[in-house]
């Protein structure tokens, strides 16, 4: 029996896109979030400039609804 020597085959390169679908989707996501928190960031910028008095009037309710705010770090859930 006569063995060959082992020598590597070469195939094809392929040519892979630069951006896939799914990368599109991703970036247009994440631009949609960063559009949507510099939407939020606006109207907290124009609250700064109110004068405290304005700001300290609000009523109970608006603080009882940030305490119920739900912490998605804490095991309790």
């Known amino acids: ?3 060959e020597p082992l020598e ?3 195939c094809k390169p392929k040519l ?3 951006k896939t679908v799914t ?5 247009k996501m994440q631009k949609d979030a960063i559009e949507k928190l510099k939407a939020l960031e606006k109207p907290e ?4 400039d109110k004068p405290a008095e304005i700001i ?3 009523t109970e309710e608006g603080n009882e609804k940030e305490e119920k705010k739900a912490d998605i770090w804490s ?3």
Request: proline content about 8%.
């Open 1 to 3: 029996i006569q063995e």
């Open 8 to 10: 590597p085959i070469f």
């Open 16 to 18: 892979l896109p630069l």
């Open 23 to 27: 990368m599109e989707k991703m970036e």
């Open 45 to 48: 910028e124009e609250s700064e």
């Open 56 to 58: 300290a009037g609000g």
């Open 75 to 77: 095991a309790d859930g």
